[in-house]
Nanobody, 126 residues
């Protein structure tokens, strides 16, 4: 399964970006999807997750600013990022967990995801 992340770029603090994740030719209905990010010198961290039924969970520092969504018919997942801050600067990765036992659950642990996109860079200047 190949996940394709896109939408990153260079923006100023307070601006918005919308990241997208696609799974060409493969449906991810029933999968839990997530976004993670990795800043320079730091470990990859959880940002947001959305279960197959639409339940969501967010990193505390992005709650109220980021919104995760999915379209199971189009096999896409988005992350709308508003009020961006310099500390949001990182490479953002989309991920998918297809284990049937996780269906309907939100997942924060990166170890539970078995498919990853290539990452898209988000840079927020102050």
């Amino acid at each position: 399964v190949q996940l394709q992340a896109s939408g990153g770029g260079l923006v100023q603090a307070g601006d918005s970006l919308r990241l997208s994740c696609r799974s060409p030719g493969r449906t991810f209905t029933g999968w839990t999807m997530g976004w993670f990010r990795q800043a320079p010198g730091k470990e990859r961290e959880f940002v947001a997750t959305i279960a197959s039924g639409g339940k969501t969970d967010y990193l505390d520092s992005v709650k109220g600013r980021f919104t995760i969504s999915r379209d199971n018919f189009k096999n896409t997942m988005d992350l709308q990022m508003n009020m961006l801050k310099p500390e949001d600067t990182a490479i953002y990765y989309c991920a998918a967990a297809d284990y049937i036992g996780y269906s309907g659950r939100t997942l924060r642990s990166r170890n539970l995801y078995n498919y990853w996109g290539q990452g898209t860079l988000v840079t927020v200047s102050s």
